[in-house]
């Protein structure tokens, strides 16, 4: 296959070459790495309020089609794909909608005009509807521009403002060009890996729809040379849109877990829609009352936006069993749920808690494992629920019980954010 194909190959290449390149390995199919077994249900949900805007041209014509109805048509498909992130994108039809006329705006390519708007809204994720065709967009600070409505292209868009990136790599506009870019790189198929993510699979993307000519068309594979790709038909971050095979597009465990780093960090501790109902207090963990316990200290974080007050408890247990005890003063007595923000990190280990002297039997584990840079610093879970209380007025207690570590943990640390308590 490769000799026939040396054979007919364009001059130039012939030139360059000679013809002197790296010999298939063989015939093997390559697919996505297999995903790892995470349920972000049993993870915090993660809630994201969008604001829409429906753009027409400066004189109020050329409007686009949306419609507050269709956006929540619309987001029904969406929500069922980001499930898997336990993401869900929420829509206030009646103060979140709104026609702007602006002839920029509705061509789409101009960023200083959607980032002026985008920035009116902090806490929401803002789509454009525009009427003017130009290529759908999203910039991962928060904002989707779009022609086209519909499921697939919204949470393609709003996959990229959670720094997804597309599952190909570079482009090829036909199977030679593909052919030979992958010999001539000693079939190295990280050049096939556009997004960086295992298990998404390499995807050698063939532009203008020229995949749909050469895939086969019984299981949606494309073989080059002897190599046959098993192309993520089923990934929404990839350009095949679910066209052929009649699979469930989606996305990956990896890319739900990127996501959910990214909302985390983006939005940060201060956007309490995250958490559901109210919010009754806050506390700050580095200024509550210790009431027993050793090796604490109030960090000061760096990274300013992502940590309220700019610091955090940082505890620094040295065994198993280890505990600290805190306190936070309740105004009324009543039924609340506590949320948490604790610190991921590389050094961070597991605990336990204990509300009122009643130990729960959940365990945290802190360690951040998004990345296997082991130079990533350290990031907020945002709010996570640790569950629903009755507490007292006045003095109520919250003790942190040292459980152990991730094998790969530099330690056994804990960083507390701050706790809030809602209802
Ligand atoms: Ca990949
Ligand atoms: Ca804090
Ligand atoms: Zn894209």
Redesign the pocket.
């Known amino acids: 296959m490769l000799f026939r194909f040396c054979s007919l190959i364009v001059i130039s290449l012939l030139i360059l070459t000679g013809c002197d390149i790296e010999s298939s390995p063989g015939p093997i199919t390559i697919g996505a790495a297999a995903e790892e077994n995470i349920d972000f249900a049993t993870y915090p949900p993660l809630s994201v309020p969008i604001y829409v805007y429906r753009v027409a041209d400066d004189d109020g014509s050329n409007a686009s089609y949306v419609t507050t109805t269709l956006v929540d048509t619309w987001l029904v498909g969406v929500n069922e794909y980001f499930a898997k992130a336990n993401i869900t994108f929420t829509f206030d039809a009646l103060n979140d909608f709104e026609t702007v006329n602006n002839s920029l705006l509705n061509l789409g390519s101009s960023l200083s005009q959607n980032f002026l708007y985008s920035d009116l809204h902090p806490g929401h994720i803002v789509i454009f509807f525009r009427k003017n065709f130009y290529v759908d967009h999203a910039n991962p600070g928060g904002y989707v521009s779009v022609y086209a409505g519909g499921p697939d292209h919204l949470s393609h868009e709003l996959g990229h403002v959670f720094w997804l990136g597309h599952t190909f790599g570079k482009k090829f506009t036909t199977i030679e060009e593909a052919i030979n870019y992958f010999a001539f790189t000693a079939y190295d198929l990280s050049l096939f890996d556009g997004d960086g993510i295992p298990d998404t699979a390499p995807d050698p993307y063939l532009d203008n729809f020229l995949w749909f000519n050469h895939v086969n068309q019984a299981d949606g594979t494309l073989k080059i040379n002897e190599i046959t790709f098993q192309l993520p038909h089923d990934n929404l971050m990839s350009y095949y849109f679910g066209q052929a095979f009649g699979v469930t597009e989606r996305f990956t465990i990896e890319q739900a877990d990127r996501m959910r780093e990214a909302l985390v960090i983006r939005f940060g501790?201060g956007l309490t829609s995250l958490v559901p109902g109210t919010i009754k207090q806050g506390y700050?963990?580095?200024?509550l009352t210790v009431v027993s316990g050793s090796n604490y200290l109030v960090d000061a974080?760096q990274d300013l936006n992502l940590?309220?007050?700019?610091?955090?408890?940082l505890w620094q247990p040295v065994t198993v069993g280890q505990e600290l005890e805190l306190s936070f003063n309740v105004g009324l007595a009543g039924t609340y749920t506590i949320y948490m923000?604790h610190r991921l990190s590389r050094s961070n280990g597991i605990v336990r808690y204990s509300i009122n002297g009643s130990v729960l039997t959940k365990s945290y584990d802190n360690f951040l494992t998004a990345s296997s840079d082991a130079n990533l610093p350290s990031t907020t879970t945002g709010p996570t629920p640790i569950g629903t209380f009755d507490l007292i007025a006045g003095a109520n207690t919250l003790k942190i019980i040292a459980s152990g570590k991730n094998a790969r943990s530099k330690g056994m640390n804990f960083g507390?954010?701050?706790v809030v308590i809602a209802q």
């Open positions: 501790p700050e963990a580095e200024l974080m940590w309220s007050n700019d610091r955090i408890l923000g507390l954010d701050y």
